[in-house]
């Protein structure tokens, strides 16, 4: 916990029907564009049921992996991150969700952390990724085994923007 306590203060999503129906966006589109769930049980079939939302926001809010995405914005702002995402970047989900996602990496991995974007968005996802990431508070982190996808709303293909799903980093620190 941070000294303030301050990022402690909201560290709960706001349980709305817009919440889970992005939850239930991401996982979809993770599955449509890697082919594979984003979470034990998450196949074609679970996220088609009437349950769907509450299911998968359940499995995703309390997953012990990080999961964020962002928007379209010319300079992208962060629109989701779960219990695990909040965590490892020390923020509560007002200031995470007002934050352009850029400011995930150190200032000197700026331009490495646009590349992958762009390769993303070029090939509709990227595996296995690792790089540096940073926290509000600028502890500095490994992240490895992620994989980034481009995230589109069903039927039409409009872009929405951008997702990443990787396990949480053992550890933290400022290097």
């Known amino acids: 916990m941070l000294a303030s306590g301050r990022f402690f203060r909201r560290l709960t999503v706001p349980r709305t029907a817009a919440v889970a129906a992005h939850e239930l ?4 589109s993770y599955l449509r564009t ?8 998450l196949d074609e079939a ?6 769907a939302a509450a299911r998968v926001d359940d499995i995703l809010w309390n997953a012990d ?3 964020l995405s962002h928007g379209t ?47 993303a968005r070029e090939a509709g996802f990227v595996d296995n990724y690792r790089g ?11 992240i490895e085994r992620a994989t980034l996808w481009e995230v589109h709303r069903p039927g039409s293909g409009e872009r ?9 980093p053992a550890t933290t620190g400022r290097y």
Request: charge should be neutral; avoid cysteine; charged fraction near 25%.
């Open 25 to 28: 966006l991401l996982a979809r």
């Open 34 to 41: 890697t082919g594979r769930e984003l979470a034990p049980g």
């Open 46 to 51: 679970a996220l088609a049921g009437a349950d």
């Open 65 to 67: 992996w990080v999961l």
């Open 73 to 119: 914005e010319p300079s992208p702002v962060m629109n989701y991150g779960n219990r695990a995402a909040m965590e490892l970047f020390e923020l509560d989900w007002d200031r995470l969700t007002a934050m352009e996602s850029r400011y995930t990496a150190p200032p000197d991995l700026v331009e490495e952390r646009a590349d992958l974007l762009r390769r």
């Open 132 to 142: 540096t990431r940073v926290s509000a508070t600028g502890k500095r982190f490994v």
């Open 160 to 168: 929405l923007g951008q997702a990443v799903v990787f396990p949480r």
